[in-house]
């Protein structure tokens, strides 16, 4: 990718779009960024944005993301999820650019033992996996230059999710009840970047649909067993509070979750190149990194 290749970072103040630019900048890569100013339900905006810049590679991390939430506002994740997504994938196709695009682990039923593989049939078992599903479905049928990546349990140093939550939990509390019979894996955001970065960087013209996760399975409950040890470890907790496995039906939701979505990544290691670490190893990877971004400066947000 020469460094007069325009990438657009669509999404750019979510966890992931803030983890990508700074991947994108740490490597003095030049892009275009814009957040909520850019509305992706509304094509003029888009037209607006795109035509007067020169755009090669649209990497989108916008999304409607409040999973329970959805059950109650079907039409405002589906006008993100889906025609948002389709938005910006046929003004990909105007434009002749590339369009990477990230789902969810939710658009799976989560009844089966075996990981899924990118072919396994959909059946998502929520409004919310609902919505992304829909979101697939209409890129695919309107952009054939595009990568599809379904991700599982992001987390990272930007923004609330499950690791934050967490040592939030272990800081206030005394105790703290996890949910122990729903079983994935992790997506570090810091990995997935790395590797985002990496395919950009490849030109690869190898299109279509791939699971990325970090790699094993274990439960919420083993994630956050793991996620308190390390943190006693990197001084972030000053004690240890008992932590109790619970199954689903005590922890009631509004959104029903996969009791187990493993995702398969051997093809787009095979594929793609991207490199699967271990989910602990990662995890090891986000305190020492949350250790660095401690009172330093953000990284630089891209040309808007």
């Not at 649909?209 to 793991?226: L, N, P």
């Amino acid at each position: 990718m020469g460094r007069e290749t325009g990438i657009w970072l669509v999404g750019a103040a979510g966890m992931l779009g803030r983890q990508l630019a700074g991947e994108f900048a740490s490597r003095g890569w030049s892009f275009f960024a814009s957040d909520r100013e850019v509305d992706i339900r509304d094509p003029r905006q888009l037209q607006a944005y795109a035509r007067p810049r020169p755009i090669a590679w649209i990497v989108n991390c916008a999304a409607y993301t409040a999973v329970d939430r959805a059950e109650d506002e079907p039409e405002a994740a589906l006008a993100v999820n889906a025609a948002g997504v389709e938005n910006l994938a046929r003004l990909a196709g105007e434009i002749g650019a590339t369009l990477v695009h990230f789902s969810t682990d939710y658009v799976f039923a989560g009844d089966r033992a075996a990981p899924y593989l990118e072919e396994d049939e959909p059946r998502p078992l929520s409004r919310y996996g609902w919505s992304k599903l829909q979101g697939e479905l209409r890129l695919v049928s309107c952009l054939d230059r595009h990568f599809l990546l379904r991700i599982s349990w992001l987390y990272g140093v930007h923004g609330t999710n499950f690791v934050h939550t967490m040592l939030r939990v272990f800081a206030e509390k005394e105790r703290a009840r996890v949910v122990g019979d729903q079983f994935g894996a992790p997506t570090y955001a810091a990995a997935l970047a790395a590797n985002i970065a990496g395919l950009l960087q490849s030109d690869c013209e190898r299109f279509g649909t791939y699971h990325y996760c970090d790699g094993g399975v274990i439960s919420w409950f083993d994630f956050a067993v793991a996620i308190q040890e390390l943190a006693l470890q990197a001084g972030i907790l000053a004690k240890r509070i008992p932590i109790e496995a619970i199954p689903t039906c005590e922890f009631p939701t509004r959104a029903a979750r996969p009791l187990r979505a493993v995702l398969a990544c051997a093809r787009v290691q095979d594929e793609l190149g991207f490199r699967v670490r271990p989910w602990r190893a990662n995890l090891e990877d986000f305190f020492a990194e949350k250790a660095r971004h401690a009172g330093s400066e953000e990284p630089r947000r891209g040309r808007t």
